[in-house]
T-cell receptor
């Protein structure tokens, strides 16, 4: 089954404790992206990747890191989480390098709480 | 500054009504997406448009590139259509923006039986 998976689905952590949210897709998509969703603000792009070893900043990259060492995986790293990173996070992938010319497939979301 | 504006923010309808959700954007675009977010939180892609009109079942999406406007229509609405509908645009490639996606804040639709 074609899908985007994220782990964990729910996470409660404390300020400053490094964490990684994994994202994996099995569709051989070139484009992958991370978004956060906050009440009243909607979805905002954090980082995206056009292909292996190619990543770029979105609207809200501060406090986040990403890597794209292989096509299927695009982990989101919070080196020192802070309470303002409490949010619902979505990973998505798309076939085209442009991202906009093909349907985006979304992961199920990761609800992160930073105390 | 929000590049993508949606209206209305909230919409309540009676089952069977015709629904229209609007999306206006301020940048030149290469494509526009309509997304649906279920009450459980999952997001699915409904349409990707670069021109004209697309139809899938009871859903119709149109786009007017010159006016920088898109509409999502739902005919014969049903309670299962209750969800948040989100418009997102991919700006024209200016070198630095290829891969970027700008989102509207969503329209919460509730359809009553």
């Amino acid at each position: 089954e074609a899908q985007v998976t994220q782990n964990p689905r729910y996470l409660i952590t404390v300020t400053g404790k490094k964490l990684t949210v994994t994202c994996s897709q099995n569709m051989n998509h070139e484009y992958m992206s991370w978004y956060r969703q906050d009440p009243g603000l909607g979805l905002r792009q954090i980082y995206y990747s056009m292909n292996v070893e190619v990543t770029d900043k979105g609207d809200v990259p501060e406090g986040y890191k990403v890597s794209r060492k292989e096509k299927r995986n695009f982990p989101l790293i919070l080196e020192s989480p802070s309470p303002n990173q409490t949010s619902l996070y979505f990973c998505a992938s798309s076939l085209s390098p442009g991202g906009g010319w093909n349907e985006q497939f979304f992961g199920p979301g990761t609800r992160l709480t930073v105390l | 500054k929000n590049e993508v504006e949606q209206s209305p923010q909230n919409l309540t309808a009676q089952e069977g009504e015709f629904i229209t959700i609007n999306c206006s954007y301020s940048v030149g675009i290469s494509a526009l997406h309509w997304l649906q977010q279920h009450p459980g939180g999952g997001i699915v892609s409904l349409f990707m448009l670069s021109s004209g009109k697309k139809k899938h079942g009871r859903l119709i999406a149109t786009i007017n590139i010159q006016e920088k406007h898109s509409s999502l229509h739902i005919t014969a609405s049903h309670p299962r259509d209750s969800a948040v509908y989100i418009c997102a645009v991919m700006p024209l490639d200016r070198g630095s923006t290829l891969g970027r996606l700008y989102f509207g804040r969503g329209t919460q639709l509730t359809v009553w039986p």
